[in-house]
Structure formats: structure tokens, C-alpha cells
């Protein structure tokens, strides 16, 4: 059964910084899609990064290209967003999706999300 672990999250002010993590267990499949997204009060669910292991390029949204980091341990299956320079507007429930495909099925899996609050 995959699992995703978020942690990291919490109150940080305007400027600061964070580092949140998704360790990944019960699988071994080498090939998967991962995809950070979040999700604020009264809006969509919005993706922020993707991370395909079968591509070393990694998509990142307007909203946060330049500002986070997305990367990868592979040793321990753990993934990292380092967000830098957080604005307000970040506060949200970050979530971690790993996505499968196979035989044309998709099967994706959440992390149960890490709440992030940017306030003075």
C-alpha cells in the first residue's frame, strides 16, 4: 500500500522560509510522476510542481518558479519543497500526489497534507 508522509509545515513569517517533506513508502516501482500541490481557503486545488522520474526537467507554476525547490532523495524515497521568500498568499495545505500509470490506468496517491500559514 503507498503511502505519503507530509511534514514541515507550520507559521512562518512574511520573507521566511520552510522545507516540506513527503516520504514515500510500500512500493516499489521506479517509475511515477510526483506533483506537489495546495490548496488555500475558498479557492481550487492548484499544482505547483511536477516532478516525472523518467524526465530530470521539473515544472513549477508562475506562482511559486524561482521562490521553491523541488528535490528528490532517492535512498530514502523522501521528496523536499524548499519554499523560500514566502508570501502570504502562500498559506495554504500543501499536499504530495504521486501518480502511476499502467495499461492506460492512472492511480494516484495523496499524502495528507501540511498546513502553511505566512503571517506576521
Known amino acids: 500500500q503507498v503511502q505519503l508522509v507530509e511534514s514541515g509545515g507550520g507559521l512562518v513569517q512574511p520573507g521566511g522560509s520552510l522545507r516540506l517533506s513527503c516520504a514515500a513508502s510500500?512500493?516499489?516501482?521506479?517509475?511515477?510522476?510526483l506533483t506537489w500541490y495546495r490548496q488555500a481557503p475558498e479557492k481550487e486545488r492548484e499544482l505547483i510542481v511536477r516532478?516525472?522520474?523518467?524526465?530530470?526537467?521539473?515544472y513549477y507554476s508562475d506562482s511559486v518558479k524561482g521562490r521553491f525547490t523541488h528535490s528528490r532523495d532517492n535512498a530514502t524515497n523522501t521528496v523536499y519543497l524548499q519554499m523560500n521568500s514566502l508570501k502570504p498568499e502562500d498559506t495554504a495545505v500543501y499536499y504530495c500526489?504521486?501518480?502511476?500509470?499502467?495499461?492506460?490506468?492512472?492511480?494516484?496517491?495523496w499524502g495528507q497534507g501540511t498546513q502553511v500559514t505566512v503571517s506576521s
Open positions: 510500500g512500493f516499489t516501482f521506479k517509475t511515477y510522476v
Open positions: 500526489n504521486l501518480r502511476r500509470y499502467v495499461g492506460g490506468n492512472e492511480y494516484a496517491y
Open positions: 516532478s516525472p522520474t523518467t524526465d530530470p526537467s521539473i
